[in-house]
Nanobody, 115 residues
């Protein structure tokens, strides 16, 4: 099974920034689309940002202009730079990639935004 490992979450004040990382020792990210999702308390999981193998990115409306997804092919890592964080960004963030019939998820990293 492909392992995806997220890191970089934490506690940050509103208006602050965090950078999340997603790494894998089993999959080559530049060959596959990778998405960042989040699940806030009491809510369904939602797609936050996605980057295709060709480098095309797209974002949820709620994070456009504040979050940036990127990929470092040399490090085989996908990042989510989160700026101007809001209370409503509090959630567990997961990275995801689909290989054939298998939907691969990491264990998640908690992001908590406080006043």
């Amino acid at each position: 099974q492909v392992q995806l490992v997220e890191s970089g979450g934490g506690l940050v004040q509103a208006g602050g920034s965090l950078r999340l990382s997603c790494a894998s020792s089993r999959i080559i990210f530049r060959l596959n689309a990778v998405g960042w999702y989040r699940r806030a308390p009491g809510k369904q999981r939602e797609l936050v940002a996605r980057i295709t193998s060709g480098g095309t990115t797209d974002y949820a409306d709620s994070v456009k202009g504040r979050f940036t997804i990127s990929r470092d092919d040399a490090k085989n890592t996908v990042y989510l730079q989160m700026n101007s964080l809001k209370l409503e960004d509090t959630a567990v963030y997961y990275c995801n990639t689909v290989l054939g019939p298998i939907n691969n998820w990491g264990q998640g990293t908690q992001v908590t935004v406080s006043l």
